[in-house]
């Protein structure tokens, strides 16, 4: 059944279009071009008609998801046992940006009994959003990765009474990532990505050390009969131990009870979570010790790693120009050979901080045409460039390409790396780093995200701990040859030329 909303929008849109025809069938008549008051009229039609036509795109989206629903009900109905409470039609869901209903309040009902708080109305509330996850995890591939994942723990431990669906955080905070004032998960998102395996504390891959020969029969005797000759392949042990990183806040029962505007408090407290969370991961796995709980980084392993491994850093101390033998991008050439040359593959991106790649904006031509940019954005069409920026400003993520590879910015990557050594160093360093890579021989291995209340922590200043979590495994080692560090006093801070 059509939404009356829909067809009115519709209806509208209808006599728009018909003023629309009629404003131009006199000039059309008289040959002749549309009046300065015509051409207002028409402008102001066309605008009209845009804005129905997406109030018509949102409606017609928002009555698909509803009869998706109410089918999909009738099928959890069906499965459920006789006395399932709660079947789903067209209602609007139960947490939303503005539905009332706070979840992080409701989760702390009810694991904080002696708050004082509802937990009866609570626990319905939770009931009726697990039914809820059921029907929209049918259509919405990472809420049905995390739904899975719930039910699996709420086969150990089950503190609800649905099958895990209540335990996952409602759809417009799991959509809700973009942090504030903090790196994103750059990096995180570009390498090979999988889900991690449940009941472990370690992946382990088996990986070839060195491989068997081919040969010519008979190239070492004469005669085509010639006994042939054997090399055994030998065989390690990749290994990625499972770690834990989190983001935890406390919060008063005061703002939980009280908030006139829950919906926005849970946003906020859901997506600072969030955000410190992907920030601690991302910057792990670009620069992570491998001690005290912390992935090994990708930056870490590369700077540390034997020359015969084919990988390691290539030191370049031009300082004042980018071209010369010394500089950035003939060094970056000489790596991106190295990976070619080795990995018998082509590297993907080049990953560094978003001040290096600002900075090669700013690199001039030194030849006869002095003064001409090598790096200039894509959409002035650059000609005979060395690379090309992306159009407007990218402080994270894709900002356009150098020697034909993506140069990805994420600003989790270090700036005090090194000093005038080519040790890294954790503070005092003045040099930051760049790294030709090919990204999919990188894996990371992640499990959902969980969140959780705990009331006893900060029961003396009447608050509630709220934490986020997620398991995850990290390779860096698997390929070594795909991964090439670029340092040297090239890169240091006094010569980024602002």
């Not at 719930?150 to 409602?170: H, Y």
């Not at 360093?429 to 499990?447: N, P």
Request: aromatic share 6%; proline share 5%; glycine share 8%.
């Amino acid at each position: 059944m059509s939404s009356p909303i829909l067809d009115a929008a519709k209806s509208k849109r209808t006599a728009l279009q018909n003023d629309l025809e009629l404003i131009t069938v006199e000039p059309t008549t008289e040959a002749r071009s549309l009046t300065d008051d015509e051409t207002a009229a028409f402008e102001a039609t066309v605008e009209s008609i845009k804005k129905l036509d997406g109030q018509i795109e949102m409606l017609s989206a928002e009555e698909a998801r509803k009869a998706t629903a109410a089918a999909a009900a009738v099928e959890i109905a069906a499965e459920a046992p006789v006395a399932a409470p709660v079947v789903i039609r067209s209602e609007p869901m139960t947490y939303t940006e503005h539905s009332g209903s706070s979840y992080l309040m409701d989760l702390a009902a009810i694991q904080v009994p002696q708050a004082g708080m509802n937990a009866e109305a609570a626990r319905s509330r939770m009931a009726r959003h697990g039914q809820e996850v059921e029907v929209e995890a049918r259509t919405n591939p990472r809420l049905a990765k995390n739904l899975a994942a719930a039910k699996r723990e709420a086969r150990a431990t089950n503190t609800f009474d649905t099958t895990g669906g209540d335990m996952v955080p409602p759809l417009y905070l799991i959509d809700s990532w973009v942090p504030a004032f903090r790196p994103g998960r750059i990096i995180a998102d570009r390498v090979r990505t999988m889900d991690l395996p449940a009941g472990t504390d370690s992946v382990n891959l088996p990986k070839v050390a060195t491989g068997t020969t081919a040969y010519a029969q008979g190239a070492a005797t004469s005669g085509t009969n010639a006994s042939l000759t054997s090399t055994d392949l030998t065989t390690a042990t990749v290994t990625a131990p499972v770690t834990t990183y989190y983001g935890q806040l406390e919060a008063s029962l005061q703002l939980l009870e009280q908030s006139p505007v829950s919906g926005g408090m849970d946003q906020v407290i859901f997506q600072d979570l969030q955000a410190a969370y992907d920030q601690a991961l991302d910057a792990a796995l670009l620069s992570g010790t491998g001690t005290s709980g912390q992935h090994k980084g990708v930056l870490t392993y590369a700077a540390t790693v034997g020359a015969t491994t084919g990988s390691g850093s290539w030191t370049r101390t031009g300082a004042t120009t980018f071209l010369n033998a010394g500089g950035v991008f003939n060094t970056l050439v000489s790596a991106v050979n190295q990976v070619e040359t080795n990995r018998f593959a082509a590297p993907t991106a080049v990953w560094v901080h978003p001040r290096r790649a600002n900075s090669f904006g700013i690199q001039l031509d030194t030849s006869a045409t002095a003064g001409r940019p090598l790096f200039v954005k894509a959409g002035n069409n650059p000609f005979n460039a060395l690379g090309n920026a992306a159009d407007g400003s990218v402080p994270q993520g894709y900002a356009g390409e150098l020697y034909g590879l993506p140069v990805i910015k994420d600003a989790s990557i270090p700036t005090n790396w090194l000093t005038a050594s080519t040790t890294p160093v954790t503070t005092g360093g003045t040099q930051d780093v760049m790294c030709v890579v090919k990204e999919d021989d990188i894996f990371l291995w992640e499990g959902p995200t969980r969140l959780r209340a705990l009331p006893e922590v900060s029961s003396g200043t009447l608050g509630v701990r709220f934490q986020l979590f997620a398991y995850s495994a990290f390779m860096p080692d698997r390929a070594p040859t795909s991964i090439q560090l670029i340092t040297g006093a090239a890169l240091a801070t006094a010569n980024l030329g602002f």
